[in-house]
Each structure stands twice: as structure tokens, then as C-alpha cells.
């Protein structure tokens, strides 16, 4: 595999992506809940990886530059591979970016079972990155 392209970011400035992550994931929620499912989706997708630069950087410093999203689940498993649950939680990302083109790109409307997947996919990582932030005295 290929060297991960990457970012050196303090590792102090983890809370302030994890902020994002929780501000995403509170207007996904919202979103979702006006049968906005297209916003619901897309925010949730920017939920996980708010979360997953907030392990990244609360872990090794770093967060994914990648152009292909689906990276930052691979960076996520390598400075996360101590942390409980990583594999689980790597799989929550990369099925919230499988999603990315359709709901960005694609004319096809998301429904609201896919919002809904999305939006608990992402709460899930968005909890646990606050447990590792938390962990990792930031």
C-alpha cells in the first residue's frame, strides 16, 4: 500500500475537529428530521470525518490529505490500531463514504432509510472519537 498523504496537526487542536464533527451531526440530525435527507446524508459523511480527524490528530498528530476519502479510514486503522473498537469504527467511515458520490454528485435523491444508516453510522463514530479525545487528555 501506498504511503498515506498526510497533514501534521497539533495535537491540541483535536477537540476543535471533533467539535466540527458533533456541530455536523447535530444538523444531520435536524436534517433529518425535516425530510431533508440529501443535507442529512451529506452532513453525516462530514460528521465521520470531522471524527476521524479528531482520533488522527488526538493519537499520532496527523490528519488524511488524501484526495480519495476512503484513505482516511486507512489512516484511521494505522494511528488508531491500539484504540478499542478502530476496526468497527474505520467500517462505520468507509460505509458513510461509499455513499459520498451519490448524495454530492449523483441526480438521484437519498431516501430516508439511507439518511437515517448515515446518521447513525455517523453518531457512532462521532462518540467514540470523544471517548478517544477524551482518552487522550487533549
Not at 480519495?68 to 469504527?89: F, I, K
Request: aromatic share 4%; hydrophobic share 45%; glycine share 4%.
Amino acid at each position: 500500500m501506498a504511503e498515506l498523504k498526510t497533514h501534521e496537526v497539533p495535537k491540541t487542536k483535536a477537540r476543535s475537529y471533533l467539535g466540527k464533527a458533533r456541530q455536523f451531526l447535530e444538523v444531520s440530525t435536524t436534517s433529518l428530521g425535516s425530510e431533508r435527507y440529501d443535507a442529512a446524508l451529506l452532513l453525516a459523511i462530514h460528521a465521520g470525518l470531522s471524527a476521524c480527524d479528531a482520533v488522527t490528530v488526538a493519537l499520532r498528530g496527523v490528519r488524511s490529505i488524501e484526495p480519495d476519502h476512503l484513505r482516511a479510514a486507512d489512516l484511521l486503522e494505522a494511528a488508531a490500531r491500539e484504540a478499542e473498537d478502530v476496526q468497527q469504527h474505520a467500517s462505520q467511515l468507509r460505509g458513510l463514504l461509499k455513499v459520498k458520490n451519490l448524495v454530492e454528485y449523483e441526480d438521484r435523491r437519498v431516501s430516508a432509510r439511507e439518511a437515517e444508516t448515515g446518521s447513525k453510522r455517523a453518531e457512532r463514530l462521532v462518540n467514540w472519537a470523544a471517548s478517544v479525545v477524551d482518552r487522550a487528555w487533549i
